[in-house]
Structures are given as C-alpha cells and as structure tokens.
C-alpha cells in the first residue's frame, strides 16, 4: 500500500497506546478543533496516543492544516494523490499505525470526543477486543435528527442485522485492538469500516457504548444517494463473506440450471434440424453442457479460488458423471420402492434425483475440483 506522508510512521516498540485515524475530504473549518480535541482528551486521560489524518488531497487545505499541527502536536498526516474512499482512508491509516489499538473518528465534529478515552481503555482494559460509540444503546442517542433521517438510519441497521450482534451497524466511532486486524481481510465499500471489521472479526468480543451524535460542526455533509446504494452493495458483499458456502452454493445452481436450458437446446436443436437419435443429442447436449458449467463455475462460482488452466476439467466431468449417476441410482431406488412415479409423480422423482446429483456435483466440485489451494 503506497502512502504519501510527511511525517514517518512511530518505530514498532514506540510505545503507543493508540493510534486514531482521522479520515478527511475538505474538512479544513474542522480539523485543526477535532485534532485538538483529541490530542487533549487522551492526554488528560492519560493514554499515549496520536491522530493519523488520512486525508484526499483535499482542495481546500485540509492536508496542509493537518501538517502544521503536527509541528506542535502528535498528528500525522496521509495526502492521499488520485485515491479517494473512507473506509480506504481508514485502512491506510490503520497500516500506518504501530499502536495497540486503532481507533476511527469522524473529522466533523459529530462524535463525541469525550467517549474516546472510554472506547479506548475498553480495549486496552481487556474488556473488548472491538468497542464501538452506539446510538443505539441505553444512553444513546442523536441530536436534532429529522424523522426522516431516523427511519434511514434504522431501516440501514435492520438490514445489517443479520450479520453481526451490533445494535448500531451504522456507527462509524471505534476502537480496536491492534491483533484483531492483522489477517482480517478487509474490503470495504463506501464509509462502513466499523461495520467490515465487526462482520469479518466473528470471534472478537465487542462493546458498545453509548453516544450522542450530533450533527457536523461546520462544512458540508458528505451523505449522499451514492453513499446509500455503497452502503447497499457493501451489505451484499458482507452477506456474500458472511454466508459464504449458501452464496457459492446458489451460484453452483443456478450456473446448472443455466447447463440443462442449453443441454435441452441443443438436444432440441439437433432433434429438429437432423433427426439424430435423441440418445446421441442427449450425449451432445451432456457435453456441451458440461463444458459451459466448468468455465461459468470457474470464473464465478470458484473465482476466488483462482483456478488456472484447464487441468481440472476432466474431474469435473467426472464429478458431473458421478453425479449423474446419483441421480439415476436415487430415481431407482424410489421407483422400485415406492409408487411415486405413478401420474405425475414422475416429477417429484426427478426432482429428487436433481437435488441428491446437485449436492454430489457441489461437494465434488468445492472438495475436488475447485479446492481451496494452501
């Protein structure tokens, strides 16, 4: 990650305590007050800390007001050229550091400084390996919020609830230790940092904390209608992380239900215009429909798995035909057993059959075919 800064990350054994990053963009009315407030809320709870103002080569000044406060206070400044993004901010910022803990804060003036400290000792306590400034819990709150905002800011919430524990999904005050997120794999999208680290950190113990947010001091709100459809496609890639092995496994179906449409095409295509025996359709339709399900599987389903070359295409063709004989194998033992396949209960049979060959293709295909590689 290349950073451009003026002032040289701390040695690793400097002793810190923590590290708050301070993402900006135009917040030049803001930040020399945020900055100092900081600085003097960790020291009078006498924790050694430094702010990281992680700042997108701000028009405005932002970047060359942050430089000259860290002449005469602990503030190190990131000018970002040709990169732009919160969370990425806070993720530069978060590898510049060499603390125990990092903390995120917004620049504006909206959360409080005063629970900083709290948030902090939390962690260094012991009590938490991630605390978080909450709205939503006992003490919580937010000052002067339209209705409007309120149900936004909710309804954002709900949607993440299945995803983590976190009553304020949409916080963006934290504290974390320092381990927590080295090897996390972090990719956020848009401003939810808190969020990405909350999901993807699933054995860390988190605290929340009760906070009033209050609206910007001064400047402009960055809140816009490209924010919320980021916070939405962060929300399907966290759910994507989140339920990893469903998502693959809805992906694997529907790329087989995309194969038998092109499997009957085929069979119907050479039926109609060449009067081939439908057994040697069928053996056309198979194969072309196994080829198309192999390249759509490795390019979307198992991308991640990074599979090159073809050298894995025999074994699923292999894996497809294990399948295939699955399902044959189940369709026989049902209709010796039972009379299901009396009416149209010959569906339900096959369907049956579909189903025990689709788990049979996607546990060969996850296991074997497209393994994860060490």
Not at 187 to 215: N, Q, S, Y
Not at 271 to 278: A, I, P, R, S
Request: proline share 3%; charged share 20%; net charge positive.
């Amino acid at each position: 990650m290349s950073m451009d800064t003026k002032n040289p990350a701390p040695a690793a054994d400097d002793g810190l305590d923590v590290s708050v990053v301070v993402p900006t963009y135009n917040e030049a009315e803001n930040i020399a007050a945020i900055a100092g407030s900081i600085c003097t809320a960790l020291q009078e709870a006498k924790i050694r800390g430094e702010v990281i103002v992680v700042d997108d080569d701000s028009p405005d000044g932002t970047g060359r007001i942050a430089e000259e406060l860290g002449r005469r206070l602990p503030v190190r400044c990131i000018v970002r050229k040709g990169r732009r993004g919160l969370s990425s901010a806070v993720l530069e910022g978060f590898a510049a550091s060499r603390a125990r803990v990092c903390a995120v804060m917004d620049a504006d003036g909206s959360h409080p400084v005063e629970t900083l400290p709290e948030l902090v000792r939390a962690v260094l306590d012991g009590k938490a390996d991630i605390a978080v400034g909450s709205r939503y819990v006992a003490g919580g709150g937010c000052e002067k919020w339209p209705f409007l905002r309120r149900v936004i800011s909710r309804g954002a919430g709900l949607l993440a609830r299945p995803l983590t524990s976190l009553k304020d999904t949409t916080s963006g005050f934290m504290a974390v230790r320092r381990e927590i997120l080295d090897g996390l794999p972090l990719d956020p999208v848009g401003w939810k940092i808190v969020l990405e680290v909350a999901v993807k950190a699933r054995a860390a113990r988190i605290l929340e904390l009760p906070i009033v947010f209050r609206d910007r001091v001064a400047g402009k709100s960055k809140l816009s209608a490209r924010a919320q459809l980021e916070y939405l496609r962060h929300l399907w890639r966290l759910y994507g992380f989140r339920f990893a092995g469903i998502f693959r496994f809805a992906r694997f179906c529907l790329v087989g239900l995309a194969g038998m449409v092109l499997d009957m095409a085929i069979v119907a295509l050479l039926k109609e215009t060449l009067g081939l025996d439908t057994r040697l359709c069928a053996i056309f339709g198979f194969s072309l429909a196994v080829t198309s399900n192999y390249l759509l599987n490795r390019a979307w389903t198992f991308r991640d798995r990074n599979v090159r070359g073809i050298a894995s295409y025999p074994a699923f063709v292999l894996t497809s035909l294990a399948g295939l004989g699955v399902r044959l194998g189940i369709m026989h033992l049902i209709i010796v057993a039972t009379s299901l396949d009396q009416g149209r209960g010959y569906l339900l049979v096959n369907f049956i059959g579909i189903l025990a060959g689709t788990l049979v293709n996607f546990a060969g295909s996850n296991l074997v075919v497209f393994r994860a590689r060490r």
